[in-house]
T-cell receptor, first 115, second 108 residues
Framework: EAGVAQSPRYKIIEKRQSVAFWCNPI?????LYWYQQILGQGPKLLIQ????????DSQLPKDRFSAERLKGVDSTLKIQPAKLEDSAVYLCASSNHEGGTYEQYFGPGTRLTVT | RKEVEQDPGPFNVPEGATVAFNCTYSNSASQSFFWYRQDCRKEPKLLMS?????NEDGRFTAQLNRASQYISLLIRDSKLSDSATYLC?????????WGAGTKLIIKP
């Protein structure tokens, strides 16, 4: 079974530029998550989708971050414009809540550096 | 105060020793609990769920104390390959709240 795919793996941009990340979850997983992980910290949930609907985006900085999952499968996360403090690893995860399990499967992440 | 708190470590432990981590959570409505492992520059992976009665998986034992609102992870006979960051995760109303993680370094 293929895992969660993310691209790009690395991105370096200047502040005020825009950037987009892509995620393809495990086939059949209805729930998709985007996390931001700053070095030395745990993952911070940015947005959670159930199919193509948003379940939780309370920690998404909506003035600069946006995300979509139009067909309920793959998803994109965009930052526009980027700030220095956005430097982090952006992790995408998916899960299938059958049987009450909440195991999340993570992709390899996109390491963003804003200069 | 953070909703899920962990000692950041690092814990420097000799190979073969037993090491224990605690994690405290502040919201008594939390419903389920997990330990994830994250290797350096890698993504987190589920290590084990934590059940009310406590559960064991090989050298790993997880315990839950709802009255005191903490969970623990015990690693026996530690291996070099156990070196990683261990993240405590709490499920509250279908939201997963993550701790910052405890870094473990096993030394030969």
């Amino acid at each position: 079974e293929a895992g969660v795919a993310q691209s790009p793996r690395y991105k370096i941009i200047e502040k005020r530029q825009s950037v987009a990340f892509w995620c393809n979850p495990i086939s059949g997983h209805a729930t998709l998550y985007w996390y931001q992980q700053i070095l030395g910290q745990g993952p911070k949930l940015l947005i959670q989708f159930q199919n193509n609907g948003v379940v939780d985006d309370s920690q998404l900085p909506k003035d600069r971050f946006s995300a979509e999952r139009l067909k309920g499968v793959d998803s994109t996360l965009k930052i526009q414009p980027a700030k220095l403090e956005d430097s982090a690893v952006y992790l995408c995860a998916s899960s299938n809540h059958e049987g009450g399990t909440y195991e999340q499967y993570f992709g390899p992440g996109t390491r963003l550096t804003v200069t | 105060r953070k909703e899920v708190e962990q000692d950041p470590g690092p814990f420097n432990v000799p190979e073969g020793a037993t090491v224990a981590f605690n994690c405290t959570y502040s919201n008594s409505a939390s419903q389920s609990f997990f330990w994830y492992r994250q290797d350096c520059r890698k993504e987190p992976k589920l290590l084990m769920s934590v059940y009310s009665s406590g559960n064991e998986d090989g050298r790993f034992t997880a315990q839950l104390n709802r009255a005191s609102q903490y969970i623990s992870l015990l690693i026996r006979d530690s291996k070099l390959s156990d070196s990683a960051t261990y993240l405590c995760v709490v499920n509250r109303n279908y939201q997963l709240i993550w701790g910052a993680g405890t870094k473990l370094i096993i030394k030969p």
